[in-house]
């Protein structure tokens, strides 16, 4: 697998600052910007065409490019065509979102809306979720996943002014931590401050260069992601905002087809949310994973919802009702059927933290409500490597506590040298605190030999 990630940036004025002062070699132009196709190409830049799914079809290749980037979905054909012409392909995913921190955010209880308050943990639009089901959909992945989506201004003054240096900044560590590619627009303004030579947009593209050259070595796609919950649904995108709440609690996840449960094995799952039937061999899949331990909750699907046809394996345990609640004790583990799928996500998120309880975490932290933390395991089966998002963009003490017993603990962060940090052990974790988490950083963990 290629250990090299991109933060491709996306480049739409007619006018270009020399190669030797961008200090890039690629630049992606929109087909729409013939000039400054031309323009890039005369300048020698290694130039990608953005068109969209939809103008694929007619899409004639232009001498002298690198290759194409589509954005949006492109059936195979489109891609077999292209490629056919000479033209390298690479399909960009554009249902994501710029991340940033989104206040008073607005949810449903009950029919009732309610608005958060200031001391209420805020929304992270973030697109860990969207990254980890994308990867998983992809059989053998040999390349990263590649995103890309719209500047969306927070305030009215950003509607012209554009996104500032730490959205930049915040936009490149989200993909690098979670192990994707970028497709990077810059904002207009931005764009020709640099031809000018502003001095301040000078300062701004070396500090995103910074972060560019941190994240391309790609840590996350060399390593395994773990997950200890597992969500079976037949449509990814429909269960989307759940899995999207679970990653927002620091629940790591993985994503499972129904037709799929009954030959997974899985392992290092603890926390099983089923949200789609699986046929019978899912069922005593089930049944199997909650005897020999673990914790399942069917909910709203259509066996349970009926109340009747085929018993299921579990039911001929032990259970206790409670309201539209029945839990079963299955061997060492539990099933828990609910009537009703998930209508609150973030109340629903709230509550997996709570049945998986604190020892059966991946990772917990605090003072950190605008920090999202992924997990990945070194493929040498010795360590563990974590990479820690703050939205924020202001440098806070966080602290971390992941199961497992380690012996070193090692943090880096763009522009900075890596540093060991002191760290505790307590009831089979380890525990330490990033000193200022900014942005973006990556913590290595040695395993106890």
């Known amino acids: 697998m290629d250990a090299h990630a991109e933060t491709l940036i996306r480049w739409d004025f007619e006018r270009i600052p020399p190669r030797e002062a961008l200090g890039i070699v690629t630049l992606v132009v929109p087909a729409a910007q013939p000039d400054a196709i031309r323009t890039a190409l005369e300048q020698g830049y290694r130039v990608y065409v953005e068109i969209e799914a939809a103008k694929a079809g007619t899409f004639t290749p232009i001498a002298g490019i690198a290759g194409v980037i589509v954005k949006g979905a492109l059936p195979a054909v ?42 209420s943990q805020p929304w992270l639009e973030n697109n860990e979720a969207l990254v980890r089901i994308a990867m998983e959909r992809t059989p053998a992945p040999t390349s990263p996943v590649l995103l890309t989506y719209a500047w969306q201004p927070v305030t009215v003054s950003d509607l012209d002014r554009g996104p500032r240096l730490e959205n930049y900044l915040v936009a490149i560590a989200e993909a690098g931590s979670f192990g994707a590619d970028l497709l990077l627009p810059l904002h207009q303004r931005f764009e020709e401050a640099l031809v000018t030579g502003d001095p301040d947009a000078r300062a701004d593209w070396d500090e995103i260069k910074r972060f560019v050259d941190f994240y391309a070595w790609n840590v996350p796609f060399q390593h395994q992601p773990l997950a200890n919950v597992a969500v079976v649904t037949g449509d990814p995108m429909r269960a989307f905002e759940v899995m999207n709440l679970l990653a927002r609690h620091n629940l790591p996840f993985v994503s499972l087809a129904p037709a799929a449960l009954g030959s997974n094995d899985l392992v290092g799952i603890d926390l099983l949310i089923v949200l789609d ?5 899912g069922r005593q899949r089930v049944q199997a994973f ?7 909750l ?3 699907t259509a066996a349970v919802k009926s109340g009747s046809g085929t018993p299921l394996p579990w039911h001929g345990s032990p259970a206790v009702k409670g309201d539209r609640r029945v ?6 583990g539990r099933v828990i059927e609910s009537q009703d799928a998930p209508v609150d996500p973030n ?9 998986l309880g604190s020892d059966r975490r991946i990772v917990d932290i605090w003072n950190g409500i605008t920090v999202l933390v992924a997990p990945y395991a070194r493929r040498t089966g010795d360590g563990a490597l974590l990479t820690a998002m703050n939205y924020a963009a202001q440098p806070l003490p966080i602290q971390v ?4 017993l380690y012996s070193e603990v090692q943090y880096e962060t763009p522009g900075q040298p890596a540093t060991l940090l002191p760290f505790e052990h307590r009831d089979g974790s380890t525990e330490f605190v990033l000193p200022a988490l900014r942005i973006g950083a990556r913590i290595f963990l040695t395993r106890l030999p």
């Open 78 to 119: 489109q891609v077999e065509r292209l490629t056919q012409q000479g033209t390298p392909v690479r399909v960009a995913d554009d249902r994501g979102k710029w991340p940033h921190i989104r206040t008073n955010w607005v949810t449903r209880n009950k029919d009732i809306l309610q608005v958060t308050n200031r001391s």
């Open 277 to 281: 039937d699986p046929d019978d061999r």
């Open 290 to 296: 909650a005897s020999g331990g673990g914790t399942v």
């Open 298 to 300: 069917v909910a709203g």
């Open 327 to 332: 839990s079963y004790t299955a061997g060492k």
């Open 347 to 355: 109340t629903f998120a709230l509550e997996m933290r709570q049945l």
């Open 401 to 404: 506590r992941v199961r497992g």
